[in-house]
DNA sequence: ATGTCGCTTTGAAAGCGA
């Protein structure tokens, strides 16, 4: 089967973009991040009258997640174990839409299935923005909740906001004093393997990006950043045959700043 | 050129987030 992440920025804007890009790619499973719409505006007859299923989590304008699987979901669950809350100075907790996760190709008794979570971490702003703190917080609770979806065949899939390594950013000195380059951030993104789980994206596309900022020609500069990773549990990670980036994606108009990251993923011994 | 985009409130333009 084949799994893809892709961070869409608004599917309302990219939806008839996006299922074309499912077709012509032969996807299976698309992890969304960013859907930028509560429910009611997901615009699920055009994913559905092609043969897909949608399970999404929005609740306004910003963030939203979702799965879209032709190969079945089941046991879809809408923001993890102890993810933490967003509070702002007098204000109640928002548990912002940023996490689903659900079991897609499962055969008879959930033979062969992946669990896939389509992730957005938070973005972090500034070191010294509250949301900076929030992030680690998150990404913290994430490694919690994943451990014992270890032991089963489990993909992290999504938009981490957090640049692992400085081969990962067209030029690492532009981020100093910066988010996504932080030390705490890594160690934070580390735990998730802490908790038993490795990135397999990296290996099979040496030196490529998957974001491009829509400013100051950032594209056209290849002044890029691999932000939108694959962390695979080891049942999952033996499957993966293969993993490949969507460059095409981010050309011309009507683009995403994202591209699609896309998991081949055979069937299990 | 802060070389952009998408959403919102709001009723053209500005604010927010990334």
């Known amino acids: 089967m084949r799994i893809a992440t892709w961070n869409v920025n608004s599917i309302r804007t990219r939806a008839d973009r996006v299922l074309d890009w499912l077709e012509r790619t032969d996807t299976d499973v698309l992890a969304v991040q960013e859907t930028k719409c509560r429910d009611d505006q997901f615009p699920y007859l055009v994913f559905e009258a092609a043969g897909y299923q949608v399970a999404h989590l929005g609740l306004n304008q910003w963030n939203g997640v979702a ?54 971490i938070p973005n972090g702003r500034a070191l010294d923005d509250p949301h900076y703190e929030y992030k680690l917080a998150w990404l913290e609770a994430l490694a919690r ?44 993104l580390s735990r998730i393997e802490d908790a038993g789980y490795a990135e397999v994206s990296r290996e099979h596309t040496p030196g490529a990006y998957t974001y491009w900022d829509y400013q ?18 080891p049942a999952a990670a033996e499957r993966v045959s293969n993993v490949w980036i969507d460059r095409d994606e981010r050309k011309g108009k009507g683009a995403s700043d994202h591209v699609p990251v896309v998991l081949e993923i055979t069937a299990p011994e």
């Open 67 to 120: 799965l879209i699987s032709r190969i079945g979901i089941t046991g879809v669950e809408r923001h993890f174990p102890g993810q933490p809350a967003f509070a702002k100075p007098g204000q109640e907790p928002i548990m912002e839409p940023r996490a689903i996760g659900g079991l897609v190709g499962a055969g008879a008794g959930g033979a062969g299935g992946v669990r896939v979570w389509s992730l957005y």
């Open 145 to 188: 909740a994943a451990e014992p979806w270890s032991t089963e065949a489990t993909l992290l899939l999504g938009d981490w906001n957090v640049i692992p390594r400085d081969e990962d950013v067209w030029d690492v000195t532009a981020f100093d004093g910066k988010t996504h380059v932080s030390a705490p951030e890594r160690a934070a």
């Open 216 to 233: 100051r020609l950032a594209f056209p500069k290849n002044n890029g950043m691999r932000i939108d990773l694959a962390f695979a549990s």
